[in-house]
């Protein structure tokens, strides 16, 4: 089982939609990521919340909107896509210890999302 | 920022051989190098990790290697079997929580 959970599997959207992916994690974890990865290519960082505070924002542009509502959850708000925005979304959560992320990252399955 | 480089892109080794993945990383102030596998149609999961502080680490057919100096940590995987198939990522981690991934490995175990 993945301790990781995201919904939807997959999503199609058009550019004009507004669309939320969830994450949501029970592992005590207070540090949550967003990733992306395109077909044969590793996974690039989004967005970074340590302790439910956004902490890194890759330059990522503002039709993605991330929120962390408590420190279980994870949402990524979607608003006037691009068909190159398709993409697999991985969401990943990892131990913060004394303020370092020296820890492996959980990875849940993704959301398969197509922008038509 | 990080830039992080991965070689080969693909393997392909014979089922009980050695496989050797290389990767270098720019920033000295990376300190956490995991190693992620992904099957096809997968989610990443970790396999193994090493921190700044130690040289090497072994979990049964699987070994890492760091060399701070030089900036560049290896994986080995002995006596390859058909399921460890699949891409491999190598990753340098700031304290910060940035993960940066090199391009990935395609590893083929032929039985």
């Known amino acids: 089982d993945t301790e990781v959970t995201q919904t939807p599997k997959h999503l199609v959207m058009g550019m004009t939609n507004k669309k939320s992916l969830k994450c949501e994690q029970h592992?005590?974890?207070?540090?949550m990521y967003w990733y992306k990865q395109k077909a044969k290519k590793p996974p690039e960082l989004m967005f970074v919340?340590?302790?439910?505070?956004?902490?890194i924002n890759e330059s990522v542009p503002s039709r993605f909107s991330p929120e962390c509502p408590n420190s279980s959850l994870l949402n990524l708000h979607l608003h006037a896509l691009q068909p190159e925005d398709s993409a697999l979304y991985l969401c990943?959560?990892?131990?913060?210890?004394?303020?370092?992320?020296?820890?492996?990252?959980?990875f849940g399955n993704g959301t398969r999302l197509t922008v038509t | 920022g990080e830039n992080v480089e991965q070689h080969p892109s693909t393997l392909s080794v014979q089922e009980g051989d050695s496989a050797v993945i290389k990767c270098t990383y720019s920033?000295?102030?990376?300190?956490?190098f995991p190693w992620y596998k992904q099957e096809l149609g997968k989610r990443p999961q970790l396999i193994i990790d090493?921190?700044?502080?130690?040289g090497e680490k072994k979990d049964q057919r699987i070994a890492v290697t760091l060399n701070k100096t030089a900036k560049h940590f290896s994986l080995h995987i002995t006596e390859t079997q058909p399921e460890d198939s699949a891409v491999y990522f190598c990753?340098?981690?700031?304290?910060?929580?940035?993960?940066?991934f090199g391009d990935g490995t395609t590893l083929t175990v032929k039985p």
């Open positions: 990943a959560s990892s131990q913060v210890d004394m303020g370092f992320h020296n820890s492996p990252l959980h």
């Open positions: 592992m005590g974890h207070r540090a």
């Open positions: 919340y340590s302790y439910e505070k956004l902490s």
């Open positions: 920033d000295s102030a990376s300190n956490y």
């Open positions: 090493i921190r700044s502080n130690v």
């Open positions: 990753a340098a981690s700031s304290r910060a929580g940035k993960s940066t």
